[in-house]
């Protein structure tokens, strides 16, 4: 009688170790939701106009804004009249 684990005994433990670690490092305590209107949020970023292609991130500094985290990145609000990508 062998000792040794099965190969699919090892992976479901190894799996289960993973699960724990991934759920114990992604878990992010609950933010209570806040409203934002469209009109506020235009109001705290200044208007570029101009933009083109090769418009710096340095001349765009101030026009957008970060409204709210979602998932892995957020909502953004950029103001500008001109060419994007």
Same mark, same amino acid.
């Given at each position: #009688?062998?000792?040794?684990?099965?190969?699919?005994? @090892?992976? &479901?433990?190894?799996?289960? $170790?993973?699960?724990?670690? @991934?759920?114990?490092?992604?878990? $992010?305590?609950? &933010?209570?939701?806040?409203?934002?209107?469209?009109? *506020?949020?235009?109001? $705290?970023?200044?208007?570029?106009?101009?933009?083109?292609? /090769?418009?710096? *991130? /340095? @001349? #765009?500094?101030? @026009?957008?804004? &970060?409204?709210?985290?979602?998932? *892995?990145?957020?909502?953004?609000?950029?103001?500008?009249?001109?060419?994007? /990508?």
């Amino acid at each position: #009688m062998s000792t040794q684990p099965s190969v699919s005994g @090892a992976l &479901l433990i190894e799996t289960e $170790k993973e699960t724990e670690r @991934a759920r114990s490092t992604v878990t $992010k305590p609950a &933010l209570t939701p806040t409203p934002v209107t469209i009109a *506020d949020a235009f109001s $705290k970023v200044r208007f570029f106009n101009g933009r083109t292609l /090769e418009t710096s *991130d /340095e @001349a #765009m500094q101030g @026009a957008s804004a &970060l409204l709210s985290e979602y998932r *892995d990145g957020g909502v953004y609000v950029t103001h500008y009249s001109g060419f994007s /990508e």
